[in-house]
């Protein structure tokens, strides 16, 4: 009993009580993403064209070199010598032990001492690796923090207005942005101030996509105080954003809305980001396709502002590419047609309901299957 408790104990330890079938999942969807890191770098029409033999014997050998050029050099040494050893354990049998008075044959295997030297070799080889990883999760998580400064935790509270957002990075951080905040603009009346929407999408994942969005909300919160116009700030985003694209490779795709609430007009700019729907009372949908380029492509580019009313209990649905593309495990994408098929299911809901039947919607259909992009949506409801 107390044995089996002990296994017990240990397995929940290890597991953290999460089931073998969704452990298996995990695995696999971890391996996929793995697999996918080495043989991007594998020059897979030279291999097809090799006969079958020959092709498992090449693409085995590029597997190895493009994982062991993901370590120090140091490290490759250490690897080697280690697969040495486990070359030699494969290779020997038995030890002849010989003195002056005997000459026998040991029981022990000779491939022992082989087999220990090639695990322990591995083992401190998996100790580095991980002491990097925990190094380098720490940092991450530090920079989490800090990026949640940037964006709010809850809405600005307007009169007649419900807010809702959620922002989901595929890694510990991620370049989705999101904003909501009242200021004076040009056109607001004195004593009255327009409430700015914004949701961002900065090219490709992680720390480097993370970094240009910090400085995206920086830029933002500044031009965003000299009482601008809204076309005169997204304006001068795109000059910033120019500057700092590395020629047109660190673009930014963006919705900039600004919603006067005594009103209900909607002022916007699109800049290359994913079109919003409009979901109006009656249950119809309507999108917001004025747009122009994304930001950081062309500083020249003159943007087009395009406009909307919105009545009592419309909604107005912003996401991030990464809502759609959500894949499943059969790599098919959740859509604009389930995203549409959700709003029309919740058409009696308010902005945080909505919100909460699409992240549902969209769990539902990945499953266990490893998140590729961020999420991000913001929702907002005319009551």
Known sequence: MRIGKRIRDFWQRVTEGITVQVLWSQFMAEARESYSLYSREIDWETLRKERRGRRFRKTTSALFWAMLTKLSPARRVFLLIALFFAILALTSTQVTISTSEHHYETGLPHNFLHVLLAVAALLFLLALELADRVTMKRDLEIAREIQHWLVPESPPEVPGVEIAFVSRPANTVGGDYYDAFLRASPSSKPN?????????DVAGKSVPAALLMATF?????????????????VEGLNRYACAHSLGGRRFTTAFFGELEP???????VRAGHDAPFIRRASGSLERLETGDLPLGIDAGVRFTCGAATMAPRDLLVIFTDGLIEAVNDAGQEFGESRLLDVLKSSAAAGAQATLKN?????DAFVGHTRQHDDITSLLLRID
């Open 192 to 200: 009255s101030k327009h409430l700015l929407l914004v949701v961002a």
């Open 217 to 233: 909300q920086a830029s933002l919160r500044t031009l965003a105080e000299a009482n601008t116009s809204l076309l005169e700030l």
């Open 262 to 268: 005594e009103t209900g007009v909607l002022s916007y």
């Open 358 to 362: 699409l992240l549902s919607a969209v």
